[in-house]
């Protein structure tokens, strides 16, 4: 390995995925030279720990990535749309986690452990997935390689965390104040969260004509863009469930040839990023209390569909900061490092 | 209307659901003539309140059922098992609401808005449906009837009260412990259930060879047989939520005829026991903490499946102690005292 280091910004860096990209930066020892942590004025001045040291929050404008080579953005998809350009005509390269260029057809949209080629083909951004749809399709690539997948149908229990640190604040004061018998006045959701199932993601009230939200069609073309196969048919209900941190997804998936569960199983043991834990003697299936801070999508209550010939259900759990935002994003980054070659090629062009 | 009046005996009377059948009967006024509580030996003696009078609840044993005319069951799978026949014996009708008899094909499984002509076919015991089952069979029938049901994938959301009232009181007390960040021991679930998701139904290890779970197999079994249908197919993931009552589904169907979303719209709202809440404009749809003390099945987030050429989304909410339980026999025991030659039968052919 080279023993180069790079000059990365964090846009959104006081968020919770911004947190989280932190704290995985330092713990997979990235190579960083310079770490310029960038937010809204609202947030500019804070300082926050990187290995030890004590770093200040900028304010991000047009000028803030001057002599930087990554730029983590993570701060909602009207300041990607808005400082993506900018970073990219200052010779960066962006990994965006916003919605922003997920389906913009010179944006490649990626899972390392699925597509990571497609990071070759960058015009400057790479467009970090949707949280539910990285987890699932790091869950089902292996299969679709195996048997082809036809159709997903796929219910999401999709954590607060989700929607920002002020839901998760908001989730706890709600239930707080349901067992204290007091009334609580809501900010973020629009229905109680605590101790409730909502089947509206996002919360602002967002559905389409056809009936689906906006995060059910996230995960439709998202995994067809990511799988590289608009052929395959997916259908979803995304659902918020009053849990802190880590999805849960109940995915039922039809293949053109016959996967078994032991062969699945089997797949899914040796797949990267996967981790199977799959033993129900043992009461042993995952569970979002134990998928949080966990780096691995995991994969339990693998079965043979009874309604189909061709058909597997499971049970498919991962952490919605880190597998599915921040450590994503970083394994692009690390993509983009193991070949720098992509990183030039972004100062060359411009 | 007959102003004749029956001896009913509600067995397992100071359980969740024994709670709400008192209530039911109440509020329904059910031509109750004798209404005779019956418990275990640990809850005899406790007085509850019906139409403002104290009732003493008996111990329950095989003499108990003189003279009743209708037994309501609530006590467990194994208490039916050992006390319907007693009940017969004497000459009562049972509506049993354990999953003791359900596959008995010598007893009809009946949701009065599915199939109510099966408790004709009675031999003294008719079963209740499973929860989760009972709020989809009410909003699919009238989809079948319009375009035959192929194919069913159910993902549940289901609360707490379904494992009881001390499941109940698990929940809240893990949730302040949580809150408070003190350490719980847990009782009645395997794993954490506040701010946690469990796909584990019942919360005993109860799997099948094949990796489904007990509560998975009742909805597959049930739904054809409620149906009178053996050729639907139906698969299902059932999930334990923290929520207190009103279980909550993401049902994806599959059907022979096309049928649109507003044709199904229109159908669900002209079906007997639903309540269609599909307005997205105006941020409506079923929630669990709206469903809880009602009556209807509620459905909602109706759409044409974008996966499938005569597909259907729909999420459906009920509250699993009233329509899901309580309420569904009592309408069995309504069913019977129209047509009082049922009971008769069951006296004379003893």
Same mark, same amino acid.
């Given at each position: 390995?080279?023993?180069?280091?790079?000059?990365?910004?964090?846009?959104?860096?006081?968020?919770?995925?911004?947190?989280?990209?932190?704290?995985?930066?330092?713990?997979?020892?990235?190579?960083?030279?310079?770490?310029?942590?960038?937010?809204?004025?609202?947030?500019?001045?804070?300082?926050?720990?990187?290995?030890?040291?004590?770093?200040?929050?900028?304010?991000?404008?047009?000028?803030?990535?001057?002599?930087?080579?990554?730029?983590?953005?993570?701060?909602?998809?009207?300041?990607?749309?808005?400082?993506?350009?900018?970073?990219?005509?200052?010779?960066?390269?962006?990994? /965006?986690?916003?919605?922003?260029? =997920?389906?913009?057809?010179? &944006?490649?949209?990626? $899972?390392?452990?699925?597509?990571?080629? #497609? %990071?070759?083909?960058?015009?400057?951004?790479?467009?970090?997935?949707?949280?539910?749809?990285?987890?699932?399709?790091?869950?089902?690539?292996?299969?679709? /390689?195996?048997?082809?997948?036809? =159709?997903?149908?796929?219910? &999401?229990?999709?954590? $607060?965390?989700?929607?920002?640190?002020? #839901? %998760?604040?908001?989730?706890?004061?709600?239930?707080?104040?349901?067992?204290?018998?007091?009334?609580?006045?809501?900010?973020?959701?629009?229905?109680?969260?605590?101790?409730?199932?909502?089947?509206?993601?996002?919360?602002?009230?967002?559905?389409?004509?056809?009936?689906?939200?906006?995060?059910?069609?996230?995960?439709?073309?998202?995994?067809?863009?990511?799988?590289?196969?608009?052929?395959?048919?997916?259908?979803?209900?995304?659902?918020?469930?009053?849990?802190?941190?880590?999805?849960?997804?109940?995915?039922?998936?039809?293949?053109?040839?016959?996967?078994?569960?032991?062969?699945?199983?089997?797949?899914?043991?040796?797949?990267?990023?996967?981790?199977?834990?799959?033993?129900?003697?043992?009461?042993?299936?995952?569970?979002?209390?134990?998928?949080?801070?966990?780096?691995?999508?995991?994969?339990?209550?693998?079965?043979?569909?009874?309604?189909?010939?061709?058909?597997?259900?499971?049970?498919?759990?991962?952490?919605?900061?880190?597998?599915?935002?921040?450590?994503?994003?970083?394994?692009?980054?690390?993509?983009?490092?193991?070949?720098?070659?992509?990183?030039?090629?972004?100062?060359?062009?411009?």
């Amino acid at each position: 390995m080279s023993t180069q280091k790079f000059n990365i910004a964090v846009v959104g860096a006081t968020g919770a995925v911004g947190h989280e990209m932190l704290s995985i930066l330092e713990e997979r020892n990235f190579p960083i030279n310079e770490l310029r942590l960038l937010a809204s004025e609202r947030s500019a001045g804070k300082k926050l720990s990187f290995k030890g040291k004590e770093i200040e929050v900028q304010v991000l404008n047009e000028n803030s990535f001057e002599g930087i080579e990554i730029a983590l953005f993570s701060a909602g998809g009207s300041i990607s749309k808005k400082f993506v350009p900018a970073a990219i005509k200052a010779g960066a390269v962006s990994v /965006d986690n916003t919605s922003a260029f =997920r389906m913009d057809p010179n &944006t490649p949209l990626v $899972v390392p452990e699925v597509n990571p080629d #497609a %990071i070759k083909d960058h015009n400057g951004c790479i467009a970090n997935p949707n949280c539910s749809t990285i987890q699932m399709v790091v869950a089902l690539k292996p299969l679709h /390689d195996a048997g082809k997948i036809k =159709r997903i149908v796929v219910s &999401t229990y999709q954590s $607060v965390s989700g929607a920002g640190v002020k #839901a %998760i604040q908001e989730m706890y004061a709600e239930a707080q104040a349901i067992i204290e018998n007091r009334v609580y006045q809501r900010q973020i959701f629009p229905h109680q969260i605590a101790f409730n199932i909502l089947p509206q993601i996002p919360q602002e009230n967002a559905f389409m004509k056809n009936g689906y939200s906006e995060e059910e069609l996230k995960m439709i073309n998202e995994t067809k863009k990511i799988m590289g196969d608009d052929s395959i048919r997916v259908t979803a209900t995304t659902v918020r469930v009053p849990v802190e941190r880590a999805h849960s997804e109940a995915v039922n998936v039809e293949t053109e040839k016959k996967i078994t569960a032991d062969q699945a199983r089997e797949l899914l043991s040796k797949a990267p990023g996967v981790q199977v834990q799959d033993d129900l003697d043992k009461g042993e299936f995952p569970l979002a209390s134990n998928a949080t801070g966990q780096d691995p999508v995991f994969v339990g209550r693998i079965r043979e569909d009874l309604s189909l010939e061709n058909g597997l259900e499971m049970w498919v759990v991962a952490d919605n900061l880190r597998k599915g935002a921040a450590l994503n994003a970083i394994q692009i980054g690390e993509y983009l490092v193991a070949h720098p070659e992509l990183l030039k090629k972004q100062v060359s062009s411009s």
